[in-house]
């Protein structure tokens, strides 16, 4: 049942989803403030869109984090119950 | 021509912009990996074992139709139509969707079937079954390919490999996780595509409209442009169309696009309803099509809005390309309308922002593709092999029959995708082939569902002759003996196969004889007790913004404030 257990938890698509989202902002910040030229700005109609996207998508990935802390799978008694009777048909 | 059209669209991608491409695909794969070690029975393989919540199967039934075709061609078609393409979501999908969840969910996911196609089955018997099961599958193939297609334009643009590499390494890719997770690899990777696609084209879009100044810029720009200020209101859509009298336009949009293309399509494609029927439970199998209507209702204004600002102010789009482009000629740049999207991001996007971009490109086409094969794997192995096939072998034959399949399905819609590469607006192929498949299918439904009397026989008499009439008027259109631009054709094809789907099933279920009442229980409305119909309401789905009407009156509300407002 540990085992189990471990998996569900491993497999939440939304902490995938927050790692790509953090990585994506975090890389896209880094870049709006340091890298992106002057001329990359003026070519995007003035938007230092690599600052204001990266920033954007980090609030997201917290967003999406929060939502794992508050409510993290596995943990309703429902699902428990479920695993269990799927855990007992296999066996 | 075409060398000319490749060079200019290369984008200046750099190392930063592979890296980001990079993780999007290491996570991709990843989730194959993960969901793989979840599948032990053909059910989990092919329906997840009915175990998501709502809004992963939510998102999913989105991101499932969010395809290269609604990306590109809805693009395309904003950059050549405007506004009024926002139909195909506010009046083409969002009704049908909530339809799908309040009033026919219950018998999907209550009466435990498999798959659409297995409906049929048991409410009209194998003909029925089978005209059904070879339709849906050589539909997916074709639709495939189209995915396909644009995928490798996408890859074959960016890295300058020739198509047919692209087309093989675009399958391979999406072949490896569909066939290792099924259809769980499939739903999670759309929720991710759903995010990415988003995390794409909403700074496109927001760049997009500073570059043209702002909406009210866009408005005069396109106002003054060729297609003229009617580009820039939703209603009546004449060029959209091809009908020039108003009435009629209107006529076209809510009954053919309306009712029968969009009912049809979200109501009794497998690709969408699979995604429900992988829900946990009954409650969030309507929910899912209620949730996704939710984004469905915003994605035109971060996919149409591009389209319309590339119209006007990328140089191989506007002015006097627009113009030959919508006369039917070919644009003096060598560029068509599914560039828009690309030539956007050429213009405006820095490094960094483009290579989410491209990955949200990708991301899409991804997800269309393997939606087919992971909804035309479930078709042909339960409703074609362990029917009429092979019967009666053990669960895990079906569940090695099911990975082959999806191995050949892909090989098949690497054919398909070259017929896909010979239209210029790929949302006229499309169209054409839901005009097809999807209106008449939904005419035998709604009739069967409703209908106690409707035969077997008249089941598949219905389909058959439906599919018929929809030819007739495609080959009408086609020889110019009944000329409509536009995609007018598909509307009045698809309302044709409607109405005379209807009048040949009411007039041989007159002649022959229907099931007895007792085999229709939990199939027909008036058959089935009011609490199979009913969810339960306790425990995980519990809860005022749990309720399905409740939440699908509150789509309903927004939808219609947004027509009203463009």
New interface residues.
Partial sequence: MATRTS?FT??D?RM??A???G??GL??TV??LW???DE??E?????N??L???L??LV?AAAFTGWVVIRPLGV????QR?AVEAADR?D | MTVLAQTDLRLDANA?DY??LA??FL?VL??GY??R??V?TSLDFFLSGR?LPAW?TGLAFISANLGAIEVMGMSANGAEYGMPTAHYFWIGAVPAMLFLGIVMMPFYYGSKVRSVPEFMLRRFGKPAHLVNGLSFAAAQVLIAGANLFLLASVVNLLLGWPLWVSVIVAAAIVLSYTALGGLSAAI?NE??QF??IV?AL??LT??GL??VGGWQGLVDKVSGGPGGPEQVNSWPGNQLTGFEDNFLSVLGLVFGLGFVLSFGYWTTNFVEVQRAMAAKSMSAARRTPIIGAFPKMLVPFIVIIPGMVAGVAVTEIAGENKAALIAGDEAPSGATFNDALLLLMR???????LG?AIAGLLASFMAGMAANLSSFNTVFTYDIWQTYIRKDRPDDYYLRVGRIITVVATVLAIGTAFIASTYSNLMDYLQQLFSFFNAPLFATFLLGMFWRRMTPTAGWAGLVSGTGAALVVFYLTESDTWVLPGQGGAFVGAGAAFVVDIVVSVAVSAVTQPKPAAQLAGLVWSLTPKEDRQHTAT??DAGWYRNPALLAGIVLVVTIALNIIF
């Fill in positions: 998996r491993a497999f698509i995938i989803i790692l790509l989202v990585v994506y890389v896209l870049m709006g890298v992106t030229s990359e700005i070519k995007s109609a003035g938007v869109i690599n204001w996207a990266g954007g998508m997201v309703s008694e429902e699902e479920e296999e | 930063v890296v980001l993780l999007y996570l990843g989730i993960l969901a070690r979840r032990s175990s992963v999670y929720v991710l995010v990415v995390a909403l700074p927001i760049v500073y570059k213009d405006l996007l820095p490094n960094g922002m989410i425990g995980e």
